[in-house]
C-alpha cells in the first residue's frame, strides 16, 4: 500500500485554482511549473513591500498573554507578521500555509484583512470566489493557530481593493461563518481530488482568463482567441 505523502500547499495557490482555473493545480504541483509574474502582480507585490515598510514605523509594545487572552483589548498585530495553517488528511497529508497580510483586534472583533491591487477603477460589490477563498482559509488557520492564545467574539475578513498608487478603492468585509466555512471545505475537497487524480480539472474554456494567466507560455491546457478571418 502507498504511503501518504505530506503536501504543502500555499494557500493563494489553493485560492487560485479552485477560483480561477483548476489547471493551475497539476501546472504547480504535478508538473512544477513557476508561475510568470504579470504587471499587476509586480504591482501588488512592490504596493505590499512599501505598506509592511509603513508598518515597521508604528511603535508597539508586545502584548502580554492575559491581553492575548482579553477579547476587548485591541490589538494591532506587524503587518506580515501572521501566518497560518490548515492541516488535512485527505488521501495524503495536506497542509495549507499563508501569511496573512494584516490581522488586528477590535472591540471584541478579530479582522482578517487582504489588500489587492486593481487597475480598475472600480470593482463589483461581491467578492470573487478565489478571494474569498483565500481570505476563508487564512480565517480557518488563524483559529486552528491562534484560538488557544487569542480571544475573540466573532472573526470577520476584509478585502481591501486598491489601486497601484495604494489608494483604497473599496473595502468588503464579511464574517467568517458556517456559510464561508462550508464553501471552504468543499473546495478543500475538489482541490485534494485534484492532487490525488480521484477528479479531473474542470476547463472554464474562457481565452479571457487563459490570456493573463501567470502560466499560458507553458500551459497545455491553455485557450487561445480564435484566429481572424482572412482579410480582417
Not at 509592511?52 to 508586545?62: F, G, W
Not at 478571494?131 to 493557530?145: D, K, M, N, V
Amino acid at each position: 500500500m502507498e504511503s501518504m505523502r505530506t503536501i504543502n500547499i500555499r494557500i493563494s495557490d489553493f485560492a487560485s485554482a479552485m477560483g480561477y482555473c483548476q489547471y493551475i493545480a497539476p501546472n504547480i504541483y504535478e508538473l512544477g511549473l513557476k508561475r510568470k509574474l504579470s504587471r499587476q502582480l509586480l504591482a501588488g507585490k512592490a504596493l505590499h513591500e512599501r505598506l509592511e515598510a509603513e508598518d515597521k514605523l508604528v511603535p508597539r509594545e508586545e502584548a502580554t498573554k492575559e491581553q492575548l487572552a482579553d477579547a476587548f483589548f485591541d490589538l494591532d498585530f506587524t503587518r506580515e507578521g501572521i501566518s497560518v495553517c490548515v492541516e488535512r488528511v485527505n488521501q495524503n497529508n495536506f497542509r495549507y500555509n499563508g501569511r496573512t497580510d494584516k490581522v488586528i483586534r477590535y472591540k471584541g472583533d478579530v479582522y482578517i484583512i487582504d489588500d489587492k491591487t486593481t487597475s480598475k477603477e472600480s470593482v463589483p460589490d461581491r467578492l470573487y470566489l478565489d478571494r474569498l477563498l483565500q481570505l476563508g482559509a487564512y480565517c480557518e488557520g488563524f483559529i486552528r493557530t491562534y484560538s488557544p492564545m487569542i480571544s475573540f467574539n466573532r472573526l470577520l475578513f476584509r478585502v481591501i481593493h486598491r489601486n497601484p498608487a495604494g489608494e483604497v478603492i473599496q473595502e468588503k468585509s464579511m464574517e467568517y461563518g458556517q456559510e464561508a466555512r462550508a464553501i471552504l471545505v468543499e473546495n478543500f475537497n475538489k482541490f485534494e481530488g485534484l492532487i490525488n487524480k480521484t477528479m479531473q480539472p474542470q476547463h472554464h474554456n474562457n481565452p479571457n482568463r487563459c490570456r493573463p494567466c501567470g502560466f499560458f507560455d507553458a500551459c497545455k491546457w491553455r485557450v487561445e482567441s480564435p484566429a481572424l478571418p482572412k482579410g480582417v
